[in-house]
């Protein structure tokens, strides 16, 4: 088998199971684009196997510490590892769920959501894009879909040498459907809704953030699906004012709405940043503010212009609540770290002049682990504020 012979102090050394291409020493037995290829260190001792593409800043992502090949019985293994985990450790059903969640499950690359009787797949690797016949035969044996889609249309496919493309890999064209997830219907559109579907790792914290939403007044921004705005309207919010910038979203989050029989809530098509400004020159105020907008950052070079938009959003917001309001924000990139996101929000706080109590923290659903070797696997933050009443 051809192979990588690493340097010294390399990331994989301390854990981690990405390669860059500064840290080989040497390639032995020239392996092509897309090969699985053994790792050594500098003293050739084995550090296992890994897929391989030099077109990458990571060439090399390890799947095992040993010697391995990835062929239909070694997907089913695996595939068959994480749904069984989901089953036995967490209490996520698994037919609405991420089923693989690539680096936590062993899979570099490879995405595996479940919507009912149909499979969403993302295939963000070379090797594993090489592999989707192999893979799509794993998952007719272990989930019995009716359909298989690839959703590959995500932009870091590009850093592999990739295409972006949207295909029907097994069964028929699926229908746009619904499904319930605690009380709430979602529309399922698998051909061109958002991520694979739906933001299968919001879906709890749904539930948890509705906690505060009693008999106030809740501004829900960046409102997607609605899942925030469905659940506060059917757990007892007075009134919920929902914001997107797409009209399809706000159209779907309306259908969402009639279907689970939420109500008191105003959908609008904006854009969060304006309406923001508009409703601190009206003097309009709020009990409960959600803040989950989309990404601000897909890279460390854009991210002090991530982070000003983060602060203006935040401080608007701030400004709009009522003493004793909650502020319940997130962020899903990876780039932003705990520690940038709160010094934000406590800048935030100075400029908006306003003290803040910390209530609770959130993260992605259990359906997408979190490997502390690998903190890319952890991405999506979220945090609940007490605006607290002048002492």
């Excluded at 009912?116 to 090797?127: E, N």
């Amino acid at each position: 088998m051809p192979g990588l012979i690493i340097k010294p102090r390399a990331r994989i050394f301390q854990g981690h199971e990405w390669v860059y291409s500064n840290e080989i020493k040497k390639t032995f037995g020239n392996p092509n684009p897309g090969d699985i290829v053994s790792l050594k260190d500098f003293r050739d001792r084995p550090l296992g196997s890994a897929i391989y593409n030099p077109k990458s800043q990571i060439v090399a992502r390890r799947f095992s510490r040993r010697k391995q090949d990835l062929d239909t019985d070694f997907f089913i293994r695996r595939i068959n590892r994480a749904i069984n985990w989901r089953k036995d450790k967490t209490d996520i059903d698994v037919s609405l769920c991420r089923i693989v969640w690539s680096e936590s499950d062993g899979l570099p690359g490879l995405i595996i959501d479940r919507y009912g009787d149909y499979v969403v797949i993302q295939t963000l690797t070379l090797a594993m894009d090489l592999r989707i016949e192999e893979i799509s035969t794993a998952i007719m044996d272990t989930l019995s879909p009716k359909g298989i889609i690839a959703r590959n249309d995500s932009p870091s496919r590009i850093a592999e040498g990739l295409d972006q493309e949207t295909i029907i890999l097994t069964g028929g064209t699926p229908d746009i459907f619904h499904l319930t997830h605690i009380n709430t219907s979602f529309t399922i559109d698998l051909l061109s809704g958002q991520k694979t579907g739906l933001y299968l790792d919001q879906l709890d914290n749904y539930k948890k953030v509705s906690q505060f939403a009693p008999e106030k007044i809740v501004l829900d921004c960046f409102t997607n699906q609605g899942g925030f705005a469905l659940s506060c309207s059917l757990n007892g919010a007075n009134s919920v004012t929902a914001i997107d910038i797409s009209d399809k979203a706000i159209q779907t989050a309306q259908n969402n709405a009639h279907k689970s029989g939420a109500k008191q809530i105003e959908w609008l098509q904006a854009n969060v940043f304006d309406e923001l400004k508009t409703y601190d020159s009206e003097g309009r105020n709020f009990d409960l503010i959600i803040l989950d907008p989309p990404s601000f950052t897909r890279n460390k070079k854009s991210l002090s212009d991530a982070m000003r938009g983060y602060k203006e959003i935040h401080l608007r917001s701030l400004k709009l609540l009522n003493p004793g309001g909650i502020l319940v924000t997130f962020t899903c990139s990876h780039h932003v770290s705990d520690r940038a996101f709160l010094d934000m929000i406590r800048s935030a706080s100075v400029d908006s002049k306003r003290n803040l109590r910390l209530i609770e923290e959130y993260t992605q659903r259990a359906d997408h682990p979190v490997n502390p070797l690998i903190p890319e696997s952890s991405y999506l933050k979220g945090f609940s504020f007490e605006v607290l009443p002048s002492w």
